[in-house]
């Protein structure tokens, strides 16, 4: 039995039940109540607690929930500033669903959102919404940094998300652009999207343009997305560099992707139009750009992309222009089957296999002020290349032709050195430039950060529709190669002929050049070869081998040795001067041979072994040494010195005129006239005969001469006349002197030539013997060639000749054929000899002709000039007429004709005819004799004749009677009268027997000449 509780513990116990009752209903009252508030006013509480969610990001909101149960929310949202607000959304429906404490988001539906996104021209911006943007694409612990994603999960499935009338704005420095439109989105897949870009006139300091319409179009392609934008604008320009009259341009992706932010696309397609579009650097009236991709990949949050293209691009532009150089048309493609594109870093890049085709039409470029056209150019290579950050690279392997030619190729052919100052030069490469053709078979160019290359690998040809070729080739491994510091090398061969051009043949063995400094040095072992004309000089030829080194537009060549060069001619007035030029030309000193310094040239050296013929003079020159220094621009030569003491001069006339002649010349070259002196010796005798100062001008080949020979002393065994003449060469033991004075003149189309000669008082053996105070004058009114005045006079005092002569006189004239005599006489023998008119012809083999005219001469004169002196005496006076002829045969006469003028006496030993050994002759004989030993001459004629082997014939008829100085009675004695043998002994010959003689004889008269020659060729002192 259980103990028994008192009544007042009970009570107790009642009122504590009682009081925990009360509070449970409390609590559950304020429950209810809270409940019953929570369900009445959650949307408002929940509209609050996201409002004061955003607000602690530092967003300000309004957002107005009108449900929210476990089936959806709806409310209308505004983001950002009341005034100007980010992102507003009229009506946002969001389908909630899924078991779990929290619903799963199923799909958004919005209707008029208003998006405000802020581009200041370097970033964009999407207002307050950046701070709430910064959250959701935070990294999580769990994914490293820099990676896509965010704090929030992604949703368990795909979250449909679409919209109505939305409006995107995007607010720049220029003004707005508005996109309007409607879509739909399952994930990151498009399921359709329609949009539209309104028009826009965007203008600010830097960027204007109006914006004519645009378009955004997207569509579902089974798991994946198709995607296009196209947009249109008109009167852009930016920053005033840049500027288009239209511009309109499309980009599209195919099966594209969007996940977590990165994107891919199995293809995209860029096309790009524009009108009147110009840069700085380039510009066209059309262009139209096309590019095609596949395999593209990329982050949008990175800010990355990558395309494997199995591509083509496509350029075509319609007046273009690229800094200096223009196109009718220009047509690129490329063509990649697996280049790889890319951008990241704000960088782009792409590179991979290439196979480039550029064409263009009626094209110039401007290089060094000279504007170079292409009718047409196409060059077609393939190889690899690529473009990485601005910084391209290439190796490709193509051909190159093309079709063009220099509009203003004059221009550029007078500013090269020495050929500019050449008309016909400067035609001639007016022509060559005007028209060519460039064929380029097969260049391999490597472009690369660290290898540069231009590689030949056949050669490529330059041909002018003038004729002229320039074919430039390998050389080994030719080409030019960048090596290190920025220093080209290459080595190749030029060759130029045809068209009037220089035949050029150059061999650069090795050269390199210095890229990286602005002065661009230079250096190049090379072997030139040239032909060429110049001025009035043709047939320069030149080869040589040296090095040539510049930089700064300065160029020096220093010869490996001597240079060879070579002249056909330099002529005056359209005749050669100077012709059949050699030498060696060496530097002097080591010193630059060649140096050019923009425009400026000049040469200097010395010269060895030179040989030329100066047609003018007849004659050759030749020179051991001498030195030569010429400086000069475009104009041509300008100034300049020249020097040889070792100058050797010798007639090439048939006729030789003057004997060789040892030459010193100086001479300075003064804005393009030469001016200098020569001084000549007699070769032989080394004694100076005369000085020469005389001046050229280059450019107008107008200059002069004058030859000074003062007191020109003769002796025996020193100066004599054969020294200065082999006209001169029968004048022989000369003594005296004599002086010479002449001017030459010459323009580009005339030579004048003048001198006078004079010598009196000079003692010389001749022809005409040794021939005492000869006095000789002599006007020249040409001296190349030799010509004269008329009537030029020569005279002597006397002559040791086959008569002995006095007072001899001649008037003669130097014509272009001989020697014209006029006249000539001298007194002899009591009588006088005289020549008619004749010619002495200058040619070797030349025969003259002319005639001997004897007055009263008595012919004992001649027979004393003989060998006979000692056993012939005629002492007759005789008048008459001998013709002859003067050749290589020697004298010769021709039916001369001598009478008597009076009377006269003939004494020939017998002994003339017999011989000293001849036995006594019979009384006929001896009677002929005795008439001959002592015959007294009443008439007397001879006719003469030369006779074969240089014997001269005489027909002597001689009319007369036997007169010694005793006369003898001729007795007969009666035995020998009766036997028959009166005439087996000598009779004397009675005097005063009348004598009637025919006397038929000869005589060697070569050798009587022969003879002659010997007693006075020695003269007589």
């Known amino acids: 039995m259980s103990p028994e509780v008192p009544a007042e513990s009970k009570r107790e116990s009642k009122r504590e039940h009682s009081g925990w009752s009360r509070v449970l209903v409390i609590i559950l009252a304020v429950i209810l109540a809270l409940l019953i508030v929570l369900s009445l006013g ?139 439109g409607t879509g739909a989105f399952i994930g990151t897949q498009i399921r359709n999207l329609r949009a539209s870009i309104q028009p826009a006139q965007l203008r600010s300091r ?47 992706l195919q099966r594209a992707t969007w996940q977590n932010a990165r994107f891919t696309a199995a293809s995209m397609a860029l096309r790009l139009n524009t009108q009147d579009a110009e840069t700085p650097d380039a510009a066209a009236k059309t262009a139209q750009l096309s590019l095609k991709a596949s395999d593209v990949r990329g982050n949008a949050l990175r800010g990355t992309l990558d395309a494997t293209m199995a591509s083509d691009v496509n350029l075509t532009a319609s007046e273009a222009r690229f800094d200096q150089s223009r196109a009718k048309k220009l047509v690129v493609n490329a063509h990649s089957g697996a280049a790889q594109l890319g951008y990241a870093n704000s960088g782009w890049g792409v590179s991979g296999p290439l196979a480039l085709h550029v064409n263009l039409a009626a094209a110039n470029t401007v290089a060094s002020g000279h504007d170079i056209s292409a009718a047409r150019a196409d060059v077609q290579m393939k190889g690899t290349g690529g473009w990485i950050n601005g910084t391209a690279s290439a190796d490709l392997i193509g051909t190159i032709t093309a079709e063009g030619g220099i509009t203003n190729g004059r221009s550029l052919a007078r500013q090269i050195p020495l050929a500019g100052s050449d008309p016909a030069m400067v035609r001639a490469l007016t022509r060559a430039l005007t028209r060519f053709t460039v064929d380029a ?16 690998k056949v050669p490529s040809i330059l041909k002018s529709t003038s004729g002229a070729t320039i074919r430039f080739a390998p050389n080994g491994e030719a080409g030019f ?93 359209g005749k050669p001067m100077v012709s059949a030029l050699k030498s060696q030309f060496c530097a002097a000193d080591a010193l630059p041979l ?76 003064v804005h393009g006239t030469w001016r200098g002196t020569a001084h000549i010796a007699a070769k032989e005798t ?15 080949s107008v200059g002069g001469a004058t030859v000074a020979a003062q007191d020109i002393a003769f002796a025996p065994d020193k100066l004599q006349p054969e020294n200065l003449s082999p006209l001169l060469a029968k004048l022989t033991r000369a003594k005296g002197s004599a002086d010479f004075t002449g001017q030459v003149s010459w323009t580009a189309n005339a030579q004048k030539s003048q001198g006078t000669l004079r010598a009196d008082g000079l003692d010389v053996t001749g022809p005409l013997g040794a021939m005492r105070d000869v006095k000789l004058h002599i006007d020249f009114t040409s001296l190349l060639p030799m010509l004269t005045a008329p009537a030029q006079s020569f005279s002597a005092a006397s002559a040791d000749w086959l008569l002995p002569l006095s007072n001899i006189q001649a008037n003669f004239r130097l014509m272009a054929d001989g020697i014209h005599l006029n006249s000539a006489s001298a007194l002899t023998g009591g009588g006088e000899i005289s020549l008619s008119s004749l010619t002495l012809p200058y040619g070797p083999g030349s025969t003259m002709t002319g005639t001997v005219e004897l007055a009263h001469v008595n012919l004992n004169a001649l027979i004393a000039a003989s060998n006979l002196q000692d056993k012939v005496t005629l002492d007759v006076p005789v008048t008459g007429t001998i013709p ?80 010694p100085a005793v006369g003898q009675e001729a007795r007969i004695g009666l035995i020998p009268l009766v036997r028959g043998e009166v005439l087996q002994e000598p009779l004397p010959l009675p005097k005063g027997t009348p004598v009637n003689l025919t006397l038929d004889t000869s005589l060697n008269f070569d050798e009587l000449l022969h003879a002659y020659q010997g007693v006075f060729g020695g003269g007589n002192d």
């Open 441 to 456: 078979p097969e260049l391999h160019l490597t472009y690369m950060p660290e290898r540069k290359a231009i590689t030949v």
């Open 481 to 573: 190669v960048e090596g290190e510091n920025g220093r080209w090398r290459g080595a190749f061969t030029l060759e130029t002929q045809g068209g009037g051009l220089p035949v050029i043949a150059l061999n650069m063995a090795d050269f390199t050049l210095r890229t990286d400094q602005a002065a661009m040095p230079l250096e190049a072992a090379l072997h030139l070869r040239l032909k060429a004309n110049w001025q009035t000089f043709h047939g320069i030829a030149l080869d040589t081998m040296g090095h040539l080194s510049g930089a700064s537009g300065v160029l020096h060549f220093v010869p490996e040795g001597c240079a060879a060069v070579g002249l056909d001619h330099y002529e005056s007035g």
């Open 686 to 700: 080394r004694t100076n005969i005369a000085s020469v100062a005389f001046h050229h001008n280059m450019k107008t």
């Open 884 to 963: 002859f002829s003067l050749g290589p045969a020697g004298i010769r006469l021709h039916n001369g004709q001598l009478q008597s003028d009076n009377q006269g006496r003939l004494a020939i030993s017998r002994s003339v005819w017999t011989g000293t050994d001849a036995g006594p002759p019979d009384a006929l004989h001896d009677l002929a004799y005795q008439a001959m030993e002592n015959l007294s001459i009443d008439e007397m004629d001879a006719v003469l004749n030369s006779l074969p082997n240089g014997r001269l014939g005489i027909l002597f008829h001689v009319k007369g009677r036997n007169d």
């Open 42 to 180: 959650r949307n408002y509480i929940a509209s609050r607690v996201a409002e004061f969610y955003l607000a602690r990001k530092g967003i300000a909101s309004e957002i107005d929930i009108s449900q929210f149960d476990w089936g959806a929310i709806d409310a209308r949202v505004r983001l950002g500033p009341s005034l100007a607000p980010d992102l507003t959304i009229e009506r946002l429906h969001i389908w909630l669903g899924g078991d779990h404490f929290v619903p799963d988001i199923e799909s958004i539906e919005m209707t008029e959102p208003r998006l405000r996104i802020h581009f200041d021209g370097k970033q964009v911006s999407f207002g307050a919404l950046d701070r709430l943007l910064a959250v959701f694409t935070k990294p999580s612990a769990a994914e490293p940094a820099g990676t896509a994603g965010g704090a929030v999960p992604p949703p368990r499935k795909p979250l449909g998300i679409s919209f109505e009338n939305a409006r995107l704005t995007i607010e720049t420095p220029a003004g707005n652009v508005v996109a309007a």
């Open 594 to 669: 060649l140096t050019t310094d923009h425009g400026q040239w000049k040469v200097a050296g010395r010269w060895n072994n030179a040989k030329l013929r100066l047609d003018r003079a007849t004659a050759n020159a030749m020179s051991a040494t001498g030195r030569l220094a010429i400086s000069g621009n475009q104009a041509g030569m300008e100034n300049g010195a020249a020097q040889s003491n070792a100058i050797t001069l010798t007639d090439t006339a048939s006729a030789k005129r003057f004997a060789p002649m040892a030459v010193r010349m100086k001479a300075a070259l």
């Open 206 to 252: 830097h960027f204007t343009a109006d914006i004519l319409a645009g378009r955004i179009e997207g569509r579902a392609n089974g798991k994946t997305s198709d995607l296009e934008i196209a947009l249109g604008a008109k009167r852009i320009a930016y920053q005033g560099k840049w500027h288009a009259s239209t511009l309109s341009g499309s980009v599209s």
